[in-house]
């Protein structure tokens, strides 16, 4: 079975620019989530998604940061512009149906650097 | 806002010995727990989930839960080096089946 594969898996860019992350879920996962883990932190969420329809976006920052998940499969996650302290590990997750007490499958991550 | 905190550590035992990291939760109402372990540069995976009241044992691993106390607890038997990682406690908050992750206890095994 493959697993949660984002892209790319590093990025560095200078502050004020924009970037893009991808990723595709395990296929037939209904929940797809974009957590935030800045170096020493657990993953904070920023999104999670239930087939293409958005479930909290609440810790979203939405004046720079947006998502999408069109046709309910592969998703992007786009910061414009970037800041310094985006700069983190941007996880992307999938699980089944999203219901309780189901696990996430996280992809690879991609790290980022803001300069 | 949930809370779900955990000690950052490092917690640093020998080999063979007893591992146990803890987490607490703020949310009363939380039904579901879990362990992701996390190796350096590497993403999160799942090693226990329990939800009812007391000990689930898997191999090594054995998560203990306390509802009334809001505690949730994992031991790790006979510790190897190889189990040296970082440990995130994640709750399903009551009302929300989006897991709250803690900063992780970072464990260091050493022969």
């Known amino acids: 079975e493959a697993g949660v594969a984002q892209s790319p898996r590093y990025k560095i860019i200078e502050k004020r620019q924009s970037v893009a992350f991808w990723c595709n879920p395990i296929?037939?996962?209904?929940?797809l989530y974009w957590y935030q883990q800045i170096l020493g932190q657990g993953p904070k969420l920023l999104i999670q998604?239930?087939?293409?329809?958005?479930?909290?976006d609440s810790q979203l920052p939405k004046d720079r940061f947006s998502a999408e998940r069109l046709k309910g499969v592969d998703s992007t996650l786009k910061i414009q512009p970037a800041k310094l302290e985006d700069s983190a590990v941007y996880l992307c997750?999938?699980?089944?149906?999203?219901?309780?007490?189901?696990?996430?499958?996280f992809g690879s991550g991609t790290q980022l650097s803001v300069l | 806002q949930k809370e779900v905190e955990q000690n950052s550590g490092p917690l640093s035992v020998p080999e063979g010995a007893i591992a146990s990291l803890n987490c607490t939760y703020s949310?009363?109402?939380?039904?579901?727990f879990f362990w992701y372990r996390q190796y350096s540069g590497k993403s999160p995976e799942l090693i226990m989930f329990i939800y009812s009241n007391g000990d689930k044992e898997d191999g090594r691993f054995t998560a203990q839960l306390n509802k009334a106390s809001q505690y949730v607890s994992l031991l790790i038997r006979d510790s190897q080096p190889s189990d040296s990682a970082t440990y995130l406690c994640?709750?399903?908050?009551?009302?929300?089946?989006?897991?709250?992750f803690g900063r992780g206890t970072s464990l260091i095994v050493h022969p």
């Open positions: 998604f239930q087939n293409n329809g958005v479930v909290d």
């Open positions: 296929s037939g996962h209904a929940t």
């Open positions: 994640a709750v399903q908050p009551g009302g929300s089946y989006i897991p709250t």
């Open positions: 997750a999938s699980s089944l149906t999203g219901n309780e007490g189901e696990k996430l499958f």
């Open positions: 949310d009363r109402g939380s039904q579901s």
